[in-house]
């Protein structure tokens, strides 16, 4: 039902990630909508894109070889971290934007602020949990030690053990732990900065007797914020790594019982944002999900209407370097409840625990068009995809979206120009 199957980041993924993909591999919509993300980040920056490759191999390598020693014990480990995810990688996206919209500011703490809370999430918050696995992992291959003891009651690991970890296999410093810096965080943490200029700060950190044991360093926006990115850079490594680790064995894991299917459900500012990426793809804009009871989920959209075409360019550069793409564009008129039926297909993970799926269509000025309320059998015919949308229509508990054409934009797969 969707029309663009292979949108640009999407041909990113399998060209980048694809090799990485095992026999029984399978990219499910949510692997796709992660790695999107994450893959289309590195192609868009100044990131080495071949480095980013290689440390997320040696990664997944390291997890399959925890998995097959022991994957009763591990698996559950990795699954749990997984689940944990959601809402860190939201914040980290709440923040990563204000940085971008603050970049330019005048204001000295405003323009730095949002750098300093980004890189305290990232250590904190998200490095902690993603490198969990991989430290339980080794410990599983090359350790007397008891894995589980080295992971914290929350699921995470200290900073410390990966340091170990690479040193103990040989791995390039930094490749598990590219951006990590102690004496950066506890200087934010502590407070012990000072922004001198829109464009200069000072850092410090000290022993608890009070005398120096890091700086004072004076750093500019762009040194700080390459500090920020190399860290980020590592985090999104060992995500990849995490997902392509889900991709390969999600399937296995479940036949053989290693972990027990939980249901779980998104917070709704997750659920929005995952919807939002194929909302768009079918010609719509999501608006708003909640939840008006416990059994059921509202999605409100309205209807794009965008066009587009014929072709795009895209300019991709590094230091010292630039390259052209091209990518072509058009616009189709598809029929909308088509494009509806094809948006509750494509988000079956944000609405598989509810019992009812209330879809609410609206145009650009706010008027009703019509809505779709779907029970969770009407909604696994959808996913399955074998039923006519005359089929579909008739299994539904209501169906007022009228019979008329929306437009849609198709994305081509960019080529160099």
Not at 86 to 93: H, L, S, T, Y
Request: aromatic share 8%; net charge negative.
């Amino acid at each position: 039902m969707a029309t663009d199957r292979f949108p640009m980041t999407g041909r990113l993924v399998l060209d980048l990630l694809g090799p990485l993909k095992g026999a029984r591999g399978k990219f499910l919509p949510q692997h796709l909508w992660s790695l999107e993300d994450l893959v289309y980040h590195v192609w868009r920056s100044s990131l080495d894109t071949r480095e980013w490759v290689r440390r997320v191999r040696a990664s997944l390598f390291l997890l399959e070889n925890g998995f097959n020693h022991n994957p009763s014990l591990f698996a559950p480990m990795i699954f749990d971290t997984i689940s944990k995810l959601g809402p860190i990688q939201m914040e980290v996206f709440g923040l990563g934007k204000v940085v971008w919209e603050t970049r330019d500011a005048e204001e000295p703490d405003r323009r730095f602020r949002p750098l300093l809370d980004l890189y305290s999430c990232l250590y904190e918050r998200l490095y902690h949990l993603v490198a969990a696995p991989l430290a339980f992992a080794n410990a599983l291959l090359h350790s007397s030690i008891d894995p589980r003891s080295l992971i914290e009651h929350d699921g995470r690991v200290r900073p410390k053990v990966m340091e170990d970890l690479e040193t103990s296999r040989g791995f390039p410093r930094g490749l598990l732990t590219g951006g990590l810096e102690r004496h950066l965080r506890n200087s934010i943490s502590h407070g012990r900065y000072e922004t001198l200029s829109r464009d200069v700060i000072r850092m410090e950190d000290r022993f608890p007797s009070g005398q120096i044991s890091w700086g004072p360093h004076t750093f500019t926006y762009h040194e700080l914020q390459d500090r920020v990115f190399q860290l980020q850079f590592t985090c999104e490594v060992l995500l990849a790594a995490l997902i392509m680790f889900e991709v390969n064995n999600h399937q296995v894991i479940r036949e053989r019982g290693f972990v027990s299917p939980i249901q779980r459900r998104m917070r709704p500012d997750i659920a929005k944002a995952y919807i939002e990426k194929f909302a768009e793809v079918h010609g719509f804009e999501c608006k708003e999900v909640s939840e008006p009871g416990h059994e059921t989920l509202m999605i409100r959209v309205t209807i794009s209407g965008k066009r587009s075409g014929p072709a795009g360019e895209i300019f991709v550069g590094g230091e010292g370097w630039a390259r052209k793409y091209l990518e072509d564009i058009r616009t189709e008129d598809s029929p909308i409840r088509q494009q509806a039926y094809g948006l509750l297909q494509m988000t079956l993970d944000v609405h598989d625990t509810y019992k009812v799926v209330v879809l609410e269509v609206e145009r650009e000025d706010g008027t009703n068009v019509g809505r779709i309320v779907a029970d969770r059998e009407a909604r696994e015919h959808i996913f399955d995809g074998t039923k006519s949308i005359e089929e579909i229509c008739s299994l539904l508990t209501e169906d007022t979206l009228p019979d008329e054409m929306i437009p849609v934009i198709i994305r081509g797969i960019p080529r160099e120009a």
